[in-house]
Structures are given as C-alpha cells and as structure tokens.
C-alpha cells in the first residue's frame, strides 16, 4: 500500500539541466495546442471515478517550503504594507480547499473509453486512468478548471501548479522520457499555457503519457488577503504497477 505524499524524505528538485531536459520533453510528447478551447464546452463528458480523498495526501517537506517561499514573494509584492517577519506570516496562514475538475478528452475514436470528467471537490483526490485510456496509440488532451471550495465565483488570483513524479524514467525509442523518482518542479507556466489552448496533448503510444503525468499535481493559489488555497491530485495507472517508483527510505 502506498505512503502518503508527505512522508518524510526528502524529494528532489530539478537541476538547472533536468529542468531544461524535462521542459524539452514536455513540449516534444504533451504538443500544447494553439487554438481556443472552451474548456468542459461542446463536448459531453462521462463521470470519472474519484479513487480516494486528498485527505491522505500531504506536501513533502522541501516542496512545501518551495510553495512557503513563491508565497512570501507573492505577499512582499501584493501587500507592500505588510511588514511582519517572514515566520510570523507563515505561522498566520490560513488554508482553504479548492475545488478540481479535470478533462480528458480524445483525438479520435478508441483512444479513450470516453471523454472523461474527473470532479475533485474539497481539496482533490486520486484518478486511475486504467479506466479511462484503452489505446495503444493515439493523443488525448487534459485541461483542467479551478474554483475555490468556499467561494467558488471568485477567479483564482495567482494560481500556481506543482508537479511530484512517481513513476521511474523510461527508454522509448533510445530516448528516456519521464523525470524520475520522487523530483518535483513548479510547471504553472506549462499548464497555464496548455489550459489556454487544446489542452496537454498526452500519447497513449506505449503509454507514453505514464511518465510525464503519473504522480502528485499540487494546485496553490495565493490571496492576497494572506491565505492560502490547496488541492492535490494524484494521477496512476494500476496497470503499469512495475514502473511506480519503490517506496521511499527514510
């Protein structure tokens, strides 16, 4: 049985190289689409299963102080008159949920069981895409819509979107696709601009779309009225077990 995000190791960030050599893999296996997508839009979506709540889900140690210190930036920025010290913010925070819809959508017949809609209120949950994708070949999309749990009208002010890998690097073809065992990066900039258009273009051919989406997405927006708004969304595939990276040592 998996741990939940949140045990205590330490989880790596991405070097300068990893970082440019996963942003390189991004954008040649998740194509991001130009065109205007009205995201949830004319197209009927089928129901996903939720697997589990956030509820086991907590933020590993160097990625939390990672979000801590993107918020002291954002709060030194947005509210110039706050002159409390940094651990004093910190210690005040007070955190909300938000609420996740995420959308796979298919290219073409047979890549998908259906278009999917995966709703996850109150702070995210657990998908298994063992369900979803039945294709050995072909793209899917993935778009996704925030709202906050408690104030759902009110647009996500600085929304930020972190990724946990869970699944090791594999070689395709000679090349190695994935980041690898628990590494984690901020790919807001991605997202945002995937979200805008058709969607990450996610491939099914030798479910290449494994490495690059299996593990934690963690979804934060700032206030700034100083709190903090959290979600987190583990995405598997139970039948690739084999390529799940071996629980962490402590």
């Not at 890998?165 to 900039?189: H, N, Q």
Request: some cysteine; charged content about 30%; overall charge positive.
């Amino acid at each position: 049985m998996r741990k939940p995000v949140g045990y205590n190791f330490t989880p790596r960030a991405y070097s300068p190289s990893e970082f440019r050599s996963l942003i390189f893999i991004l954008f040649a296996i998740l194509w991001v689409g130009g065109c205007k997508n009205e995201i949830g839009g004319k197209v009927d979506y089928a129901p996903g299963l939720v697997e589990k709540t956030s509820k086991e889900f907590l933020i590993p140690r160097d990625l939390r102080e990672s979000i801590e210190n993107d918020y002291l930036a954002y709060i030194r920025k947005e509210n110039i008159k706050n002159v409390l010290p940094d651990t004093e913010i910190l210690s005040r925070i007070p955190r909300e949920f938000l609420d996740i819809d995420l959308f796979f959508r298919s290219s073409a017949p047979g890549v998908l069981t259906d278009h999917t809609r995966f709703s996850l209120p109150r702070g995210g949950g657990e998908i298994d895409l063992k369900n979803c994708v039945k294709g050995k070949k072909g793209s899917f999309y993935l778009n996704y819509q925030v709202k906050r749990t408690h104030d759902p009208n009110v647009k996500p002010k600085s929304l930020h979107v972190y990724f946990l890998s869970e699944v090791r690097p594999r070689k395709i073809g000679g090349e190695l696709f994935g980041a690898g065992c628990y590494k984690y990066m901020d790919i807001t900039k991605v997202m945002e601009h995937a979200n805008e258009g058709e969607g990450l273009q996610l491939n099914a051919t030798d479910h290449r779309y494994l490495p690059v989406i299996s593990g934690v997405l963690y979804f934060v927006d700032f206030d700034p009225e100083r709190k903090i708004y959290l979600a987190a969304v583990r995405v598997v595939d139970s039948r690739y077990g084999d390529e799940q990276c071996a629980e962490p040592i402590n």
